[in-house]
């Protein structure tokens, strides 16, 4: 089974900055990367996702998060963030070919004015 | 759009109750999981099912069982809920053989047992 790590559980950052939110998983093989945002009081929603090829994967909202494999993490990055940004933010791993999803613990990013 | 939902938004059942979790999805998946989120913990797999009729016990199952008799209906039932079984239970879908795909997921129903 794969092990998820979000090493920071809270991020606060003020508005207009940037912001880095940090996911690394356990183990090398084949592996699919999802990131997924939860706002207050809702489900999760893909935020983007990375199969195969380019390893900066751009998703909605203005994120983007790089694969490396070497190190084994798929950070998250928006080089500007806004108060809507206010969520909590999850990182999940799918082993090819299962549909068994790994999740982090999550990072909940505050985005101060 | 692809829709999957979850009945109740928001339950308060005493200790000793038995608590049904509905959860329906439109997408024609044959996978549903159940999850459960709880502060500083992330998301904890209870049980998913991979056909009608079929189950298997995720990382957390103790307290716990499930229901498809229908494909496009998955049930997460506490037996005796218990107030450690307050939390916030996430219902979520994907297609056969769509690893590579998104897992779409309900609302959430919160639970509080008292």
């Known amino acids: 089974a794969q092990s998820v790590t979000q090493l920071d559980s809270q991020v606060p950052v003020f508005e207009e900055a940037p912001v880095e939110l940090r996911c690394n998983y356990s183990s090398s093989v084949s592996v699919y990367l999802f990131w997924y945002v939860q706002y207050p009081n809702q489900g999760l929603q893909l935020l983007l996702k990375?199969?195969?090829?380019?390893?900066l994967v751009k998703g909605i909202n203005g994120f983007e998060a790089e694969f490396n494999k070497s190190q084994t993490s798929f950070h998250l990055r928006k080089p500007s963030v806004h108060i809507s940004d206010t969520a909590e933010y999850f990182c999940a791993v799918s082993e090819f070919p299962g549909n068994q999803f790994y999740f982090g613990t999550g990072t909940s990013l505050t985005v101060i004015p | 759009d692809v829709k999957v939902t979850q009945s109740s938004r928001y339950l308060v059942k005493r200790t000793g109750e038995k608590v049904f979790l509905e959860c329906v999805q439109d997408m024609d998946h044959e996978n549903m999981f159940w999850y459960r989120q709880d502060p500083g913990l992330g998301l904890r797999l209870i049980y998913f099912s991979y056909d009608v009729k079929m189950k298997e016990k995720g990382d957390i199952p103790e307290g716990y069982s499930v229901s498809r008799e229908k494909k496009e209906r998955f049930s997460l039932i506490l037996e005796s809920a218990s107030t450690n079984q307050t939390s916030m239970y996430l219902c979520a879908s994907i297609g056969q053989g769509e690893g590579t795909g998104e897992l779409f997921f309900g609302e959430g129903s919160r639970l509080t047992v008292l």
């Open positions: 990375y199969l195969s090829g380019s390893t």
